[in-house]
């Protein structure tokens, strides 16, 4: 009795091996979905990144005509950092500083 109910178990896991082998990876495919979500966001964010570069640039072409403190001022009022503007203007930190401080008044 015992050698027919270890023959049965044997069996059955043997039968269960093999259907593991047919059976399809699930976890290889979740894997596949998410490299596939991973490059697909990393190229829509290289797009807006270079949509914003190309409008920064605009936008900075439209006032080079004004003068330095002009530019300071307006590219600060956009939100832009004063190290930020200093280092697109190549002026000083200090400078920078100054007309901002001018202005507020």
């Known amino acids: 009795m015992i050698e027919y109910t270890f023959i049965g178990l044997v069996s059955f896991a043997i ?36 949509r914003v570069k190309a409008l920064e640039e605009e936008l900075l072409i439209g006032i080079e005509s004004f003068s330095n403190e002009e530019q300071i001022v307006h590219l600060y009022k956009q939100g832009w950092t004063k190290e930020q503007i200093a280092r697109k203007l190549n002026m000083p930190i200090d400078e920078v500083n100054i007309m901002i401080a001018r202005n507020e008044r």
């Not at 047919?22 to 807006?48: A, G, I, N, P």
């Open 15 to 50: 039968i269960l091996l093999l259907i593991s082998f047919f059976q399809r990876d699930r976890m290889k495919e979740v894997e596949e979905q998410v490299e596939q979500l991973t490059l697909s966001t990393m190229q829509q964010l290289y797009e807006v990144k270079k």
